[in-house]
């Protein structure tokens, strides 16, 4: 069992908001990072720190954390933010890391 | 341009050994851990262990642990990971990714898919 869950699959609407959570006990000490992956592609980081976003990621996607779950939130979600997200963070050990299960974002 | 170029695919016999590379570019190689990440078919991403090319401190998951061995060669700003007996169940797509700022992996490789079929 992952020590960081995730819902499997969500959908959104074309140009509507969706959330996407990672809960785990790691997550009061650490943050989490967020990936996105989609076939045939490398991981691409979007999300990762407090509230930070590597250059070139659109403003629409945005972190947040509270308690041991961490956020990802697509505020107008596009036809090409459909993918698979996965966050990342400590394991309990705090030496290595630990993916979450993954979730798989439907563009309607 | 900050980069990380993975050796390409590879088909191999169960038994045999493997040794896959990434190499890095654009940046100071030595001062960044470099993890690597593998992906089975159809699966979730899988966290494998962790280099630091500066002295070679390495950290494996319990579960690679003796599976795998991670390395890097500073002359060459390249990292590997190798198998010294292929397993079908090895087969997956391996993914290097540079830890940056905040514990985020902020550059990856393109990947490696290794195929282990007799």
């Known amino acids: 069992s992952s020590e960081l869950t995730q819902d499997p699959a969500v959908s959104v609407a074309l140009g509507q908001t969706v959330t996407i959570t990672c809960q785990g006990d790691r997550l009061r000490r650490y943050y989490a990072s967020w990936y996105q992956l989609k076939p045939g592609q490398a991981p691409v980081l979007v999300v990762y720190g407090k509230y930070n976003r590597p250059s070139g990621i659109p403003d629409r996607f945005s972190g947040s954390t509270s308690g041991g779950t961490a956020s990802l939130t697509i505020t107008g979600a596009q036809a090409e933010d459909e993918a698979d997200y996965y966050c990342n963070s400590r394991d309990s050990s705090d030496n290595h890391y630990v993916f979450g299960s993954g979730t798989k974002v439907t563009v309607l | 341009e900050v980069q990380l170029v993975q050796s390409g695919a590879v088909v191999k016999k169960p038994g045999e050994s493997l040794k896959i590379s990434c190499k890095a570019s654009?940046?100071?190689?030595?001062?960044?851990?470099i993890g690597w990440v593998r992906q089975v078919p159809g699966k979730g991403l899988e966290w494998m262990g962790i280099?630091?090319?500066?002295?070679?401190?390495?950290r494996y998951r319990p579960s690679f642990q003796g599976q795998v061995t991670i390395s890097a060669d500073k002359s060459i700003s390249t990292a590997y990971l190798q198998w010294r007996g292929l397993k079908a169940s090895d087969t997956a797509i391996y993914y290097c990714?540079?830890?940056?700022?905040?514990?985020?992996?902020?550059?990856w490789g393109q990947g490696t898919m290794v195929t282990v079929s007799s």
């Open positions: 654009g940046y100071s190689f030595t001062t960044y851990w």
């Open positions: 990714g540079r830890r940056g700022m905040d514990d985020a992996f902020d550059i």
């Open positions: 280099i630091y090319p500066g002295d070679s401190d390495t």
